[in-house]
């Protein structure tokens, strides 16, 4: 007999693999806005060319990190307001169902 805890289990789960591919999104998007950025510093920025490689791969890596955790979240957050309508819907559904059974059907119908 499936439990309250098995459902909790599932949304869980469907909530970090949605916050996953927010962050894989969000790597992708602003590590390419980094890199840009970096491009356009070597090109014109005489301070960022003579910056060691490695400072080069912290910036980049950084702007990733962050732009994975905004996404992320903005998508956990998404998915949260999701569920809450389902369950809104749901246990609105559950009310009339009950009301009808309880009542009848309206006769217009």
Do not use: C
């Given at each position: 007999?499936?439990?309250?805890?098995?459902?909790k289990h599932?949304?869980?789960?469907?909530?970090?693999?949605?916050?996953?591919?927010?962050?894989?999104?969000g790597?992708?998007?602003w590590?390419?806005?980094?890199?840009?950025?970096?491009?356009?510093?070597?090109?014109?920025?005489?301070?960022?060319?003579?910056?060691?490689?490695q400072?080069?791969?912290?910036?980049?890596?950084?702007?990733?990190?962050?732009g994975?955790?905004?996404?992320?979240?903005?998508?956990?957050?998404?998915?949260?307001?999701r569920?809450?309508?389902?369950?809104r819907?749901a246990?609105?559904?559950?009310y009339?169902?009950?009301?009808?059974?309880?009542?009848?059907?309206?006769e217009?119908?």
């Amino acid at each position: 007999m499936p439990s309250a805890n098995d459902a909790k289990h599932v949304e869980a789960t469907e909530a970090s693999w949605e916050a996953s591919r927010g962050a894989v999104t969000g790597a992708l998007k602003w590590g390419l806005a980094t890199a840009v950025l970096g491009g356009i510093g070597y090109a014109v920025s005489p301070v960022y060319r003579g910056l060691t490689i490695q400072f080069k791969v912290y910036l980049q890596m950084s702007g990733m990190v962050l732009g994975s955790m905004i996404e992320a979240d903005s998508r956990l957050r998404q998915y949260e307001a999701r569920v809450r309508v389902q369950r809104r819907v749901a246990r609105d559904q559950a009310y009339w169902e009950r009301f009808e059974r309880e009542y009848g059907k309206d006769e217009d119908e």
